[in-house]
């Protein structure tokens, strides 16, 4: 798709603007400041994707003289050809209309289409940018350069880098390595305390498992307590019930005994009254409105037989529509004829000038005739060229000499600079010495406060076995205690009973008391007590070993940043004093180039002169060394202008033709429409014809209206008339049961 022409009709400070034949290449539109270069950009985008809302930011460069709000654009499409977009104010966004070549409209699903659901801010991302898209990549570095150009190039401007920026920064609010705020470093701290506490709460879980089994017991029988309350309840309701329907069930046989002692009915409808003042209430309503429609149904069918339509008339649709769709274009071609006119007038002032001249006095049929292939005028043409040729060449040269000497000399100075400022090389190993010995440092204190943590954690979970040992010892002691102390008792008691025989069981027992307090309190854990502390004795000595290795750099991290400047500074002066080496090189190649390219000149300028010298005596033209182009380029300048003249005259018929055509078009269909074609402009005529048109369509659209409310009319006479009949039909019932015949 091509944009290849602007109708802007009003839109911010432009208004009836046109800007056509647009270039098949690049358009460039150039202006001072506020001259409206980014009005005609939002003009384009407003046309493509509509109007800005009021809701929105965005400026609706709507015209402060009240003209007509919008325009439209030409764009070339390969697929259907030249086609013409036209958005004016409407719904939130406008109207748009699609005009096809074949005349026919299409609307805003087809301008989708055509943009191949290419949305408004990629649009704008990918094929426009302004001052704001810019802003700030002088402030960007190499890398960050390189990322903004490829996220430019996929999906328009900085996108993809300030995303990218938004998920780093993101990712170190989640997690450093080394950090303690970040959300998951906390997180990690929360769970070794967690892990710390479920490992305390472990030894509880025991007490725990016995307490939920109790509370599972409790909990099924307060279900089963729960379900009997349930059915006492249902229950009790029935029994209420029964009880609310005892005073009902008596006041109904008493009814049915008062009902039996009465005499039979009378012949009188039951309730017939009431029922015939009910039908006549229906009735009444029902017979008005009957009334009022059947009113206004005979004042409808007199609207329609007042108003007519002209159905020739209305056949002018299409015609009409192809008049509106080429009136642009017969305003156009009005305008081509004009400027055509013009030109012409021009080209034959500037015939006479080119012929005064050279003081020729052929006509131009002649002039046309003149043989401009000729082997002299080609020699003199070539002469002239080359003449021209050398001497752009020699300034060219004067100014590659100049510039090639100039940068020379500047390469020179600053290679000389970049010599200076660079470290001499007993400064750069010793800088690199110390920064290494600084990270071998830092990964020995790394290590020793691993160490330490480890010896901390062996610490705690010795103290924890201790602990566990002395309360396990206790608990047993208390027990064996007890144990001893009854079967002391037991033994007493069967001495004292004189059961001797029975009392050595006990008094065995107890013999074996202190034997069972030994086996039973032997602590099971002094291998792996045994295990840490020689874990923590190597840890010890690891971190010793470590403390002496790690105290030779009193380096700290100021002075760490300090050298690593200073290293990536000499770094990127060498790269640059590189890069300076080889342009010094290539300037020094291209100076040698210059100074041949003078010598080659020289013998050029040389022979071409005796060349001239030659053609001045042949053609007579004195010193004056253009002479003889200029004699050649008048005669070509001639034909081509008496050629453009002539196919300005057959351009002006064909315009001509085209607008007799419009307008034989135009008389044709005021004549069908019976308007003044004399002596009126095409316009007014056009303007008379569309409003005679619109006056029949809005008839005809009355007539169909009227015409379906008749229907419907019709039918809501004929549900009434039914009611009425109906209703009727009720009362004739009711007085044959009351044995009567009129109300």
């Known amino acids: 798709m091509k944009i290849i022409g602007l109708d802007i009709y009003g839109y911010g400070k432009f208004e009836n603007l046109e800007i056509g034949h647009l270039s098949k290449g690049i358009q460039v539109v150039y202006g001072e400041n506020e001259a409206g270069k980014s009005t005609i950009m939002s003009f384009i985008l407003s046309i493509l994707y509509g109007f800005p809302t009021k809701q929105q930011q965005e400026q609706r460069y709507e015209p402060k003289s009240g003209q007509k709000y919008g325009g439209k654009l030409i764009i070339q499409v390969d697929e259907y050809g030249v086609l013409m977009i036209e958005r004016l104010p409407?719904?939130?966004?406008?109207?748009?209309?699609?005009?096809?070549?074949?005349?026919?409209?299409?609307g805003e699903a087809f301008l989708s289409k055509l943009l191949k659901r290419l949305d408004k801010h990629f649009f704008q991302n990918i094929y426009s940018f302004n001052v704001h898209g810019l802003q700030g990549i002088q402030r960007l570095g190499t890398q960050d350069l390189g990322r903004f150009l490829f996220s430019s190039g996929a999906v328009g401007t900085d996108a993809l880098l300030t995303i990218n920026q938004r998920l780093v920064k993101e990712l170190e609010i989640l997690f450093k390595p080394n950090g303690r705020k970040p959300i998951l470093n906390a997180m990690l701290n929360d769970l070794k305390e967690n892990h710390q506490k479920v490992v305390k709460l472990q030894e509880k879980n025991h007490s725990h498992h016995i307490l939920s089994e109790k509370r599972e017991i409790i909990v099924g029988e307060l279900k089963q307590i729960d379900q009997t309350m349930n059915e006492y309840h249902v229950q009790l309701k029935k029994i209420e019930?029964?009880?609310?329907?005892?005073?009902?069930?008596?006041?109904?046989?008493?009814?049915?005994?008062?009902?039996?002692?009465?005499?039979?009915?009378?012949?009188?409808?039951?309730?017939?009254?009431?029922?015939?003042?009910?039908?006549?209430?229906?009735?009444?309503?029902?017979?008005?409105?009957?009334?009022?429609?059947?009113?206004?149904?005979?004042?409808?069918?007199?609207?329609?037989?007042?108003?007519?339509?002209?159905e020739d008339i209305l056949l002018l649709e299409k015609e009409l529509h192809s008049l509106h769709i080429n009136k642009k274009f017969y305003e156009e071609n009005n305008y081509q004829l004009r400027t055509i006119a013009l030109r012409k007038t021009q080209i034959k002032d500037e015939l006479q000038q080119l012929k005064d001249l050279i003081s020729i006095q052929a006509s131009e049929d002649e002039i046309?005739?003149?043989?401009?292939?000729?082997?002299?005028?080609?020699?003199?043409?070539?002469?002239?060229?080359?003449?021209?040729?050398?001497?752009?060449?020699?300034?060219?040269?004067?100014?590659?000499?100049?510039?090639?000497?100039?940068?020379?000399?500047?390469?020179?100075?600053?290679?000389?600079?970049?010599?200076?400022?660079?470290?001499?090389?007993?400064?750069?190993?010793?800088?690199?010495?110390?920064?290494?010995?600084?990270?071998?440092?830092?990964?020995?204190?790394?290590?020793?406060?691993?160490?330490?943590?480890?010896?901390?954690?062996?610490d705690r979970t010795l103290n924890a076995m201790v602990q566990n040992q002395k309360k396990t010892n206790k608990n047993i002691g208390l027990i064996i205690m007890i144990m001893g102390m009854i079967l002391l008792l037991s033994s007493s008691y069967m001495v004292m009973n004189q059961q001797f025989i029975l009392a050595i069981i006990p008094t065995l027992f107890l013999i074996l008391l202190p034997f069972i307090y030994q086996s039973l309190t032997k602590n099971h854990f002094n291998h792996t007590i045994e295990e840490l502390k020689e874990e923590k004795r190597i840890l010890l000595e690891e971190r010793e070993r470590s403390t002496s290795e790690g105290n030779y750099s009193n380096m700290d991290n100021m002075s760490l940043q300090s050298y690593q400047n200073k290293l990536a500074h000499d770094q990127q002066i060498k790269?640059?004093?590189?890069?300076?080496?080889?342009?010094?090189?290539?300037?020094?190649?291209s100076y040698n180039k210059v100074v041949s390219q003078f010598e080659k000149w020289e013998e050029d300028m040389y022979l071409l002169n005796q060349t001239i010298d030659k053609l001045r005596d042949i053609y007579r033209v004195g010193n004056d060394k253009a002479r003889l182009v200029d004699v050649f380029s008048v005669v070509e300048s001639l034909k081509v202008k008496i050629r453009e003249k002539h196919q300005l005259e057959s351009q002006y018929d064909l315009v001509e033709k085209e607008i007799h055509r419009y307008e034989e078009k135009l008389h044709r269909s005021a004549k069908v429409?019976?308007?003044?074609?004399?002596?009126?402009?095409?316009?007014?005529?056009?303007?008379?014809?569309?409003?005679?048109?619109?006056?029949?369509?809005?008839?005809?659209?009355?007539?169909?209206?009227?015409e379906r409310k008749l229907v419907d009319l019709n039918e809501q006479i004929e549900y009434l008339q039914e009611e009425?009949?109906?209703?009727?039909?009720?009362?004739q019932k009711l007085w044959a049961q009351a044995g009567v015949t009129t109300e």
């Open 673 to 706: 429409c019976q308007g003044k074609t004399e002596q009126q402009d095409p316009m007014l005529i056009l303007e008379s014809i569309d409003k005679i048109y619109h006056e029949q369509v809005d008839n005809n659209h009355l007539i169909k209206n009227m």
């Open 241 to 310: 019930t029964l009880l609310s329907l005892k005073t009902l069930i008596l006041e109904r046989n008493s009814l049915l005994y008062r009902l039996s002692e009465l005499p039979s009915p009378m012949q009188f409808p039951e309730d017939g009254m009431k029922r015939m003042d009910s039908f006549l209430t229906q009735l009444q309503p029902y017979e008005a409105q009957l009334l009022a429609l059947r009113n206004k149904k005979t004042e409808l069918e007199k609207q329609v037989q007042d108003l007519s339509v002209d």
């Open 575 to 589: 790269q640059l004093l590189d890069i300076e080496i080889v342009k010094f090189k290539q300037m020094k190649r």
């Open 90 to 106: 409407g719904k939130a966004v406008g109207d748009v209309v699609v005009y096809m070549p074949d005349g026919t409209t299409e």
């Open 724 to 731: 009425v009949r109906y209703i009727q039909h009720q009362c």
């Open 368 to 458: 046309l005739l003149l043989d401009t292939s000729l082997a002299a005028k080609e020699q003199v043409k070539q002469t002239g060229v080359e003449y021209d040729l050398l001497q752009q060449q020699k300034h060219m040269l004067d100014v590659s000499f100049n510039e090639a000497k100039e940068a020379l000399e500047d390469s020179e100075i600053k290679m000389g600079e970049l010599n200076r400022e660079l470290l001499k090389e007993e400064e750069r190993k010793e800088i690199r010495e110390l920064v290494d010995r600084f990270y071998d440092r830092h990964s020995i204190e790394q290590k020793q406060k691993d160490r330490t943590d480890e010896m901390n954690k062996i």
